[in-house]
């Protein structure tokens, strides 16, 4: 039986080398001269990259990426205990329990504890649900049947008793701010439900925020977050720099005291120019039809124009302008003209007569200074003033920070003018509240 040879592998490499290169070298000879110059260097950049995948190590196997959610849950905790003194207050009681009182002013004390959490819930960036509530427990002090001379038995003690309980004790009441379930398809957004929504452009007043929370110059920035959203059904379309929405609100659940009616209105929002321009129309129920427009212009990194016109059986205006300066304070004015109707004017408020003018002006600093124990302070001061009869009042708050979730603030309110003007007939001297925040 005839041996097998043995096969030397560094012969047999050789081999296969020259052979392959005798090949080569016969095929170039046969290509065009256009392509046999680049082909040295097609060879040169092919060796070591052959070299490289020959030397380094096999990619590891592709692992898979963590799925993305397909719902996210967000919420948030407020626990805030706030602290009122009205001093030389006039208190709102019937006209003959006031001559009663030894003192015909007091000073009166109100505790106010409020819980408000909220959620958001949404599926598959499509489906959402929202809703945020207020859980208020309302304590007074500082008035008594012992301030009034009446005697403890009678009808007479029996009225005062029923006037004072709006002024003693210890009130809990739930409040709902926004409840409401929305989907998105496409370019359409629909809501239903009970939603907190801002159409006005204005910071202290609005002459077209058909669908927003009133506005209380005083309070502009709702410091206790009690402010609630309308009752409403809202369809919303986005297309490029266009956007319109529809809205249906109704007033069935909304208090008695508010003065609301069921609305349809319908907003369309364009960028014209630089110019975020909002159109407005539609009805209340019962009432009279109305239009308007907002818009907003930003000039730079300082400036910024504001502005809204509204019919309402007469014309009503707003014009607003803020400036931020290099070192942070930020100032907001407005004018504001509204006309002689129920719809501008509260019944419960000091009755006015004729069209009124208002300005508003306020200053603040978020983070007073970057150094530290000052870089937590908030401080602000506001204005807001009628022009017609001369009254106004001074706001002034402050605010500490204290860790991620924890706060503390002064809040105080002055007004001033006659007794006969509409900031004048403020029945206190003066309101000043303490209180701390705890934020989650």
Avoid at 382 to 391: E, G, M, P, Y
Avoid at 392 to 399: G, H, I, K, L, M
Avoid at 432 to 440: A, C, E, H, K, M
């Amino acid at each position: 039986m005839a041996k097998s040879k043995g096969i030397d592998p560094t012969a047999w490499e050789s081999k296969t080398f020259i052979t392959g290169a005798s090949w080569l070298h016969n095929k170039l000879r046969t290509l065009p001269m256009r392509l046999y110059l680049p082909l040295p260097a097609l060879l040169l950049l092919t060796i070591p990259m052959m070299a490289a995948a020959q030397i380094a190590p096999a990619d590891p196997p592709a692992q898979d990426a963590t799925p993305e959610s397909s719902y996210d849950f967000r919420y948030t905790l407020t626990v805030i205990n706030d602290a009122t003194f009205y001093p030389n207050l006039v208190p709102p009681l019937p006209a003959q329990a006031s001559p009663l009182l030894h003192d015909p002013s007091v000073t009166l004390f109100q505790n106010q504890l409020l819980l408000e959490p909220s959620f958001t819930f949404r599926y598959r960036s499509r489906w959402s649900v929202a809703s945020s509530v207020v859980g208020l427990a309302d304590s007074h002090g500082g008035l008594s049947a012992a301030d009034f001379e009446a005697p403890s038995e009678g009808p007479v003690a029996s009225a005062l008793a029923a006037a004072l309980i709006p002024e003693t004790g210890t009130f809990t009441q739930l409040r709902v701010k926004e409840a409401y379930a929305g989907l998105s398809a496409g370019d359409f957004d629909f809501m239903a439900g009970r939603r907190i929504v801002r159409w006005g452009t204005g910071y202290a007043f609005t002459a077209i925020g058909v669908l927003d929370p009133p506005r209380d110059p005083t309070n502009p920035t709702d410091r206790l977050s009690l402010y609630e959203g309308r009752d409403m059904v809202k369809a919303d379309f986005v297309h490029g720099p266009h956007a319109l929405t529809l809205a249906w609100s109704s007033a069935a659940l909304a208090p008695a005291s508010a003065n609301l009616h069921d609305t349809t209105a319908f907003r369309y929002n364009v960028l014209v120019h630089g110019f975020d321009t909002a159109l407005i129309a539609g009805n209340d129920r019962g009432g009279d039809a109305f239009g308007g427009l907002t818009f907003t212009r930003v000039f730079g990194q300082a400036w910024e124009l504001h502005g809204e016109a509204a019919w309402r059986e007469h014309e009503a205006i707003l014009l607003g302008a803020k400036y931020t300066t290099n070192s942070g304070i930020t100032i907001i004015g407005e004018f504001f003209t509204p006309p002689d109707i129920p719809y501008y004017q509260d019944a419960t408020l000091f009755p006015l007569t004729g069209r009124q003018h208002y300005a508003f002006l306020t200053a603040y600093k978020n983070r007073l200074r970057e150094l530290p124990g000052w870089k937590q302070w908030d401080l602000s001061a506001a204005a807001v003033a009628n022009l017609n009869d001369r009254s106004y009042t001074v706001v002034f708050d402050a605010n500490r920070r204290f860790g991620k979730h924890f706060s503390s603030y002064l809040h105080m309110e002055i007004p001033a003018g006659s007794p006969k003007s509409e900031y004048g007939a403020t029945p206190y001297s003066a309101a000043s509240s303490v209180g701390v925040r705890f934020q989650l």
